[in-house]
């Protein structure tokens, strides 16, 4: 498994660093064969496979049930997993609280938090717990109602110096590396260059220093419009839709199951009427 001063060589030798989202036993499976550098078990679950419309709704009940399933798929693949919408704002009590069961029933070995100013605070004193800790800026989805929408974010000078502030503050409050989120590319990598941790982007173009994405987007798997930044790799809506289709058909049709998939018995053992 990766480690902290890996990632931190890894934004210096310019080799990067590559994230996925997981949620299950299987994407988890999947990216850790894949070799991918670290996986985050992202709120995103709440659209990518609770079907809600915002990551709003997702509780901290949901993030260890899925971060379980994730650590049994991946227990080699360092792992971030989020902290949902308004357990760390509370108070710091209930912060901690929610901080040490993330990070102790999950076994993750970062947790995730969007934002900064009095976030950064609390950065502080989960790195103080012992608990590495990422940070996110630019679009933070738990936040969308007050940034009117999913858009892009620091297009402006102001914003712009705004976010470069951030991301200075969010370092020094000890976090490990910093997600990105829908930022010019332009301003991720003046960013990218004025940090000593690593910058993972995610529609943040290809000077961070890693890259996320989310795993249902790559495989366009139960996500019908995909973001600008997605590149998606596979059509798994329409493979997976057509072999669920054919299970349906077949079974109408007669042609499933075939002998092949039946079990028999010797006919005089079976019991008459
Ligand atoms: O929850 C998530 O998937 C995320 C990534 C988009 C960074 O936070
Ligand atoms: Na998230």
């Not at 370092?171 to 990218?192: D, N, Y």
Request: hydrophobic share 40%; charged share 25%; aromatic share 6%.
């Amino acid at each position: 498994m990766r480690n902290k001063g890996q990632f931190l060589r890894m934004k210096h030798d310019k080799d990067k660093i590559v994230m996925i989202t997981s949620y299950d036993y299987p994407s988890a499976k999947m990216s850790e064969e894949a070799n991918v550098d670290m996986i985050l078990i992202g709120d995103s679950l709440g659209m990518t496979v609770l079907g809600y419309d915002s990551t709003i709704p997702v509780t901290m009940e949901d993030m260890i049930h899925h971060g379980k399933a994730v650590y049994r798929g991946a227990p080699d693949t360092f792992k971030v997993i989020d902290m949902p919408f308004m357990s760390y704002h509370i108070s710091t009590e209930d912060t901690l609280k929610n901080a040490r069961r993330l990070y102790q029933e999950t076994g993750a070995q970062a947790l995730k938090l969007e934002g900064s100013g009095e976030v950064s605070e609390v950065m502080k004193k989960l790195v103080h717990a012992g608990i590495p800790v990422v940070g996110h800026i630019g679009l933070t989805p738990q936040s969308v109602n007050v940034l009117g929408g999913y858009k892009v974010q620091g297009k402006d000078q102001g914003s712009a110096e705004r976010l470069i502030e951030e991301a200075l503050e969010i370092e020094a409050a000890g976090a490990m590396a910093l997600v990105l989120e829908c930022v010019p590319r332009q301003l991720a990598e003046k960013i990218t260059n004025r940090l000593s941790i690593p910058t993972i982007g995610i529609g943040a173009g290809a000077e961070c220093d890693g890259q996320v994405l989310v795993y249902h987007d790559i495989l366009k798997y139960g996500v019908d419009r995909l973001p600008k930044f997605v590149k998606p790799y596979i059509d798994s809506n329409h493979l997976l839709g057509e072999a669920v289709q054919s299970y349906v058909k077949d079974v109408k049709m007669k042609a499933f199951p075939e002998e092949a998939h039946t079990f028999t018995m010797n006919l005089n053992e079976l019991p008459e009427e």
